[in-house]
């Protein structure tokens, strides 16, 4: 398939911090035909400002002000999108505002008063139906390898590098599963091998940042400061 031209729509989007919206992409071929869901290299001006997907969803982080385009390997998009963002709601439902990523048997459960607990025959991160609304997900302390790093890694804990590593990689997960439940059910089409494929983007692209970003935090445990 040959690109000839690439068109974002809507040309500017407004959101707040925490709130995702997806900007959608128009190809025309040199047939002259029209295509959407084309695989495409999307970038952002601002990494801090907002985050974009590769199936062009673009969460926003901070407020600010960027710009979001797609390109192949020979074209880019005539036009970016504008986006702004703005700051983060007070309070929203599914979807809306940062979600809670929680340890179960040690954080109390916002929705009641006691850490919720699994077993260890339950996912490494999981949502109950109760919790959807709320935005509210739990990182299993039963699951095998949660249990082996907070109680025995090198003696320490919750301190040594490895808990540390596994936490980075829950949150990755749960990131991931955000990313492609939105994109389900909104109706994009999804087959079993677009699905994986994404996992694995997603999966990577979010490493990647976590290494440029957080490597204080994988080698040390501390979070740089922010101007």
Do not use: C
Not at 104 to 132: H, K, M, N, W, Y
């Amino acid at each position: 398939m040959n690109i000839q031209k690439i068109e974002l729509s809507p040309p500017d989007i407004e959101l707040h911090a925490g709130s995702r919206y997806p900007v959608h992409a128009k190809v025309t071929t040199d047939d002259g035909n029209l295509h959407e869901g084309v695989y495409l290299i999307w970038t952002e001006n601002d990494r801090s400002v907002v985050s974009v997907s590769s199936s062009g969803m673009v969460f926003g982080l901070i407020p600010g002000e960027t710009l979001v385009t797609a390109a192949d390997n020979q074209i880019e998009a005539i036009a970016p999108t504008r986006v702004k963002v703005l700051n983060p709601k007070e309070k929203g439902g599914q979807g809306s505002g940062f979600p809670r990523i929680l340890l179960s048997e040690i954080d109390a459960d916002p929705l009641g008063e006691v850490p919720p607990q699994f077993s260890s025959a339950d996912p490494p991160v999981l949502q109950r139906a109760q919790d959807v609304d709320a935005n509210i997900w739990w990182i299993n302390m039963a699951s095998p390898l949660a249990r082996r790093y907070i109680d025995t890694a090198k003696g320490s804990g919750a301190k040594s590098r490895e808990w540390r590593v596994y936490l980075l990689e829950r949150y990755i997960e749960v990131m991931v599963k955000i990313l492609l439940t939105y994109d389900f059910t909104h109706g994009e089409q999804l087959t079993f091998e677009t699905m994986f494929r994404r996992w694995e983007e997603e999966a990577t692209a979010m490493q990647q940042r976590a290494v440029d970003s957080l490597s204080g935090f994988l080698d040390g445990g501390e979070i740089g400061e922010t101007a």
